[in-house]
């Protein structure tokens, strides 16, 4: 910002006002969100808005492959020092300048405590140094972020991280405009982005928003978008005026063998839900004790019956379709009943009367985790006895190793590559929901960091290894997967899902 000039809400040229109003509008169903600041967005409604409005230093392209968005280009030579290049025309949709100091402001702002951003997580998955002082008010500042000169970003980290740029891509760290922070910051959700849509009212918890396109290069081609919201994924479903909607799990059956099965689209999930273990107590310290307890489920039949198939059997310790990930399916999360008796017989059996499957109360897991003890039951003889647990101390009791036997849990990646999950779950010190730690697995993952093309066949090859030696050791045993889907109407062709579940908009077209 230069000397004297006062910038305000969000704004069109007369002409790109005039013909906007002319443009179709693309009616996308969302679940009524909690905030539209990128820092807090963490649904697939938020995440979808945030990035029409936002454009962060990368983008991803269709494959979650890191391409570039404010920033034109990046470079670093041991992947701890990383220099971004802006646009140095970018903007921002009230005419503000978009410089580095706009995404050090976005940053600081993240790593902020008193913000209390549920996305602060992400800057210490970036290993952004500083950002860990900052965000235990140990430091005012992020040390690690240089505004070199308007145009030019440098970002110094606590080790090196070769997937920073798919980090970065997370709507979390989209450029701050100065009129978003201070004293004098509007009250009322009016997103002051830099993206290719722009949000010129104000959203005060109303159901609706439109959202504009910022630059109109051809109106045969381009189009509005205004999102209704819902209370309920049901009510969404229900909403027949909508082009795009989500669809409930319990539908999906329904829709994949009806009339309108080529307006379902269906997307792999980056999450997935699975059964842990006290690592260190008899039986499951027993490598082949784990393994048939996997083969003993029957996972088909259990999204079947639980899920009405609205869920997808996990086959692997990382999302299938994640940039890095590999074609190497878990060689023990098929269902085998033979083969998982013949392992606890060679085991010498359980050594216990019964095994004890905790969950917590209160999220649905009762149905799904009943019908994955039964199943044992069955296959073993063995009495299971269920243990539910209110959610906080469910996972005290976790985290403090005071488990008496399997347990429930759930986790998602937090940016586009099959490291995402991996890292977060088993490598490093023992993570505290899993209790593992393997040597081959963080010196794997230590040379993947430092790659100078994670994606490639180099790092391919890495994610392979971590993943032999998870099958190898199989300190959890993956159950299922979320499958991400949306309806959609007659007029709207060319819609992508993402892997956290929202839909790419900016690819949708919208017949005339």
């Known amino acids: 910002m230069t000397g004297g000039e006062v910038f305000t809400v969000p704004t069109l040229p007369m002409e790109t006002h005039r013909v906007a109003h002319q443009l179709p509008v693309l009616r996308v169903g969302g679940l009524t969100p909690s905030s539209l600041d990128p820092a807090f967005a963490r649904s697939e409604t938020e995440l979808e808005i945030a990035s029409l409005v936002f454009e962060p230093l990368v983008g991803l392209d269709s494959r979650g492959r890191p391409v570039p968005g404010a920033a034109v280009e990046w470079e670093t030579t041991d992947n701890v020092e990383w220099t971004f290049h802006l646009d140095p025309a970018g903007s921002f949709h009230n005419g503000e300048l978009v410089s580095a100091d706009s995404f050090i402001a976005a940053m600081e702002f993240l790593a902020d405590p008193d913000t209390a951003a549920p996305n602060a997580y992400l800057g210490l998955e970036a290993g952004i140094l500083g950002f860990e002082e900052m965000l235990r008010r140990e430091a005012d500042e992020i040390v690690g972020l240089v505004g070199v000169d308007e145009s030019t970003l440098q970002v110094t980290l606590t080790e090196p991280n070769a997937l920073l740029p798919s980090i970065l891509a997370h709507q979390a760290f989209a450029p701050r405009s100065s009129l978003a922070l201070g004293e004098d910051a509007p009250k009322s959700m009016q997103l002051i982005g830099n993206g290719s849509y722009v949000m010129l009212d104000r959203w005060d918890g109303v159901t609706t928003i439109s959202l504009t396109p910022s630059t109109i290069v051809d109106p045969a081609t381009s189009h509005r978008v205004q999102y209704v919201f819902h209370d309920s994924v049901e009510l969404m479903y229900a909403n027949k005026t909508l082009d795009i909607a989500h669809v409930p799990a319990e ?85 085998n009943e033979v083969k998982a008796r013949r392992l606890v017989e060679e085991a010498g059996g359980f050594g216990v009367e019964e095994i ?61 590559h099959a490291m995402s999950l991996l890292d977060s779950l088993f490598v490093g010190e023992e993570n505290a929901t899993v209790g593992y730690q393997s040597t081959a697995i963080d010196q794997a993952a230590a040379e993947l960091h430092s790659l100078n093309d994670p994606y490639g066949v180099e790092g391919s090859g ?7 030696r998870l099958n190898q050791d199989m300190p959890i045993i993956p159950v299922f997967a979320p499958v991400h889907a949306r309806r959609l109407s007659g007029r709207v062709s060319e819609v992508q899902l993402n892997l956290d579940g929202s839909v790419r908009l900016e690819d949708a077209i919208l017949s005339r």
Not at 462 to 468: F, T
Request: glycine share 10%; net charge negative; aromatic share 12%.
């Open 462 to 468: 890495l994610v392979s290894g971590i993943v032999k």
């Open 356 to 416: 004890e499957l905790a969950f917590n109360t209160g999220n649905g897991h009762e149905e799904w985790v009943q019908a994955v003890g039964a199943q044992w039951a069955q296959v073993f003889g063995i009495e299971v006895h269920f243990k539910p647990e209110g959610l906080a101390p469910y996972f005290e009791a976790i985290e403090a190793g005071e488990v008496a036997g399997p347990y429930r849990m759930k986790w998602s990646v937090d940016y586009a």
């Open 251 to 335: 539908k999906m059956a329904v829709l994949r063998s009806g009339p309108l099965a080529d307006r379902l689209i269906e997307g792999s999930s980056g999450s997935y839900s699975y059964i842990g273990f006290p690592l260190d107590q008899a039986p499951f310290d027993d490598p082949d004790i784990r393994r048939a307890l996997s083969l003993a489920i029957d996972r088909e039949q259990l999204v079947a019956d639980v899920f009405n198939s609205g869920y997808a059997p996990a086959r692997g310790f990382a999302p299938a379709d994640s940039p890095g990930s590999v074609d190497l399916d878990c060689e023990f999360c098929g269902h």
